[in-house]
């Protein structure tokens, strides 16, 4: 029923900037979350940022100051601007679509970033 694709990750220097971008389509409500995860190698997937439904947002730690999530609801998309990445960040970045309305979650593909000089 719903689909979900992530684009624009890549290989970027520290320092520099990456604009992921999530699609969300098919059969889905208004009300939902919308969420990044990453997950880097031999490493739990972990949280990045959510954008409730409700506009809450919610940063790890670890990003904060430096990424900031967005969402579209028109064009059921979601944004997470990555400025200033460092080794660390490196990971595959999945996009969580949570529609209250099924209580489920929809993932995507992932999408790799990988930050080294």
């Known amino acids: 029923q719903v689909q979900v694709v992530e684009s624009g990750g890549g290989l970027v220097q520290p320092g520099e900037s990456l604009r992921l971008s999530c699609a969300a389509s098919g059969s889905i409500s208004s009300v939902y979350n919308m969420a990044w995860y990453r997950q880097a190698p031999e490493k739990q997937r972990e949280l990045v940022a959510r954008v409730t439904s409700g506009g809450t947002i919610t940063y790890a730690d670890s990003v904060k100051g430096r990424f900031t999530i967005s969402r579209d609801n028109a064009k059921n998309t979601a944004i997470l601007q990555m400025n200033s990445l460092k080794p660390e960040d490196t990971a595959v970045y999945y996009c969580?679509?949570?529609?209250?309305?099924?209580?489920?979650?929809?993932w995507g593909q992932g999408t790799q970033v990988t930050v080294s000089s």
């Open positions: 969580a679509i949570y529609v209250v309305a099924f209580q489920r979650t929809y």
